[in-house]
């Protein structure tokens, strides 16, 4: 059985096995793959307690290290078998090329890639390989097989939520290294909120201090770091400024935004108030300082995309959100960028050109009456009441879709099976935001994006797969690891995977012995009781 997350394309067993002495060379022969090897051997190192050294060889060599791990970027008929990629790329240029061919003998390892991207996936899975393998006596013990991988869908995210509860930049880092080991290629930036306003752009000379404990914010030199360290594991930033809804922290600080009527309150859970504000395009002021944001983010971050939000308008007239969205896109696309944002932003017109992410879970009529009983805000309830539309209108117009179900991919559900470490149970009950019903983990990883949108709805342009965790109930990272693992590495199957009977039960089994990953990184997950954690 593999241990291997998200499960690759085709694994087919050898005979026999390789141990790993405790040196072990790594030869590799495209100077332009460098850093990844050197980088692949310090972490195969750090996990196993083995010595992994980088060797860059001539291409002419035909001999290797007995035991050797030799890579190589090409083509090669079993390669090119594997099926397209389909969806939507993050970066420019087209879907990157991340097919590997990963090959384990009693002679030593070979990986094949066609791009560098595709080492970069085929060394995250001998990584795992190895961190799981059995180790005795200074070796490790590693079952010959033959891999053949390639993913299913070109864009898998991940959104943080760092406006409602700020990150640092070591800790954005220790995420966006969990994202690369798990094969994500995209980290959404969830930057502006009611509660916060994490950008260093359009905030008032007051409030020029990042360190201030009350309203921290990243720096742009925080940014380019974070964008450096994400772009050499192939993970790409994306920034969202969320407009024209949540926008209360920015009002605060710039009194000049405030037009008397763009203020929303609304109960967001029972007995809980929630203060929402919208960015009123008929007062002079909103447009040239969302323009001049935007144009700032343009530069910045080399993504091809920015998430212009378009969530949750509460309280803003619809005959204002539409010509909003509509300037927001053609601004935004001026600047060269490509445009996304939240299945609301369809509802100021089917753009095939927009891409858009599919969040909120269909209803059915027996959650839209629970709804109703749970007397919430009508805007809520009518939002989640038009969800349907707007993916049926997203469908019969050729709308690409991200599929980030909320039900299914919001790492803020609550865990529903108790932890097989009773000192959690605590900690588990008070996670997670209570309006949403608990789900298992085995719950959570039982759909499929390819058939999720049900009848009628098959002929979707799906783009990719998102994932996300929002900040209402976190004080800090450790609460954002606990409710994210070991749920992240399930979504991340489903960004990659095709679908097989039996996956839960093989997912399962190979999560059982990633919590040694987990454990060696410090990172305090969620031991469901369903898992029989190694």
């Not at 390789?18 to 310090?42: K, N, Q, T």
């Not at 970066?91 to 384990?104: F, M, S, W």
Request: charged share 25%; proline share 8%; aromatic share 8%.
């Amino acid at each position: 059985m593999s241990s291997v997350i998200p499960a690759p394309f085709r694994v087919d067993p050898g005979s026999g096995e390789l141990r790993i002495p405790s040196v072990i060379e790594v030869e590799y022969r495209h100077a332009s793959i460098a850093l990844l090897v050197e980088r692949f051997c310090r972490e195969a190192g750090r996990r196993s307690r083995l010595r992994f050294e980088p060797k860059l060889v001539e291409r002419e060599a035909r001999r290797s290290a007995e035991g050797a791990i030799r890579i190589a970027i090409g083509e090669r008929d079993d390669l090119a078998a594997l099926p397209a990629t389909t969806g939507v790329s993050p970066v420019t240029g087209g879907i990157p090329d991340e097919r590997y061919a990963l090959t384990i003998d009693e002679n030593g390892i070979e990986l094949l890639a066609c791009e560098p991207v595709g080492v970069a996936r085929g060394l995250t899975t001998l990584l795992q390989l190895l961190a799981t393998a059995p180790a005795s006596a200074g070796t490790l013990s590693v079952p010959a097989q033959r891999i053949l991988d390639a993913p299913r869908f070109a864009w898998r995210s991940f959104s943080v939520d760092v406006a409602r509860r700020f990150l640092s930049v070591a800790e954005v880092k220790r995420l966006i290294d969990l994202l690369a080991l798990y094969k994500f290629n995209v980290l959404n930036l969830h930057l502006t909120e009611d509660a916060g306003w994490r950008l260093p752009f359009g905030r008032p000379p007051m409030a020029q201090d990042p360190a201030d404990p009350g309203d921290p914010f990243y720096s742009i030199e925080d940014l380019r770091e974070l964008i450096a360290y994400a772009d050499e594991r192939f993970i790409t930033l994306v920034p969202e400024l969320d407009a024209p809804g949540h926008a209360t922290a920015i009002v605060r600080l710039r009194p000049e935004l405030l037009s008397g009527r763009n203020r929303f309150d609304f109960e967001a859970e029972p007995g809980r108030i929630h203060v929402s504000s919208w960015f009123d395009p008929e007062l002079p002021a909103t447009f040239p300082f969302l323009e001049s944001v935007w144009s700032e983010l343009a530069e910045l971050f080399p993504s091809s995309f920015i998430n212009i939000g378009g969530d949750e308008p509460f309280g803003m007239p619809h005959e204002l959100y539409v010509p909003f969205i509509r300037r927001a896109l053609s601004f935004v696309r001026s600047l060269g960028k490509q445009t996304m944002g939240w299945q609301e932003s369809i509802r100021a017109g089917a753009d095939p050109d927009h891409l858009i992410l599919h969040w909120i879970s269909i209803p059915s009529d027996d959650d839209i009456a629970n709804l109703h009983r749970l007397d919430l805000s009508p805007e809520l309830v009518k939002n989640v009441v038009q969800s349907r539309e707007d993916i049926e209108t997203a469908v019969a117009n050729g709308v690409p879709m991200i599929i980030s179900p909320h039900r299914l991919t919001y790492l803020d559900v609550p865990y529903a099976e108790p932890s097989a470490d009773p000192a959690h149970e605590e900690r588990r009950r008070q996670l997670g935001l209570q309006v949403y019903p608990a789900m298992s983990v085995a719950d959570m990883f039982n759909w499929d994006p390819g058939t999720l949108l049900g009848p009628g709805l098959e002929s979707a342009d799906i783009a990719g797969v998102g994932s996300a965790i929002w900040g209402e109930t976190i004080s800090g990272f450790d609460d954002l690891v606990f409710l994210v693992l070991p749920r992240l590495a399930g979504n991340a199957h489903k960004a990659w995977s095709e679908p097989r009977p039996g996956d839960w039960d093989a997912h399962r089994d190979a999560l059982a012995a990633h919590g040694r990953l987990w454990e060696q990184d410090d990172l305090g997950y969620f031991r469901s009781s369903l898992i029989a954690w190694r």
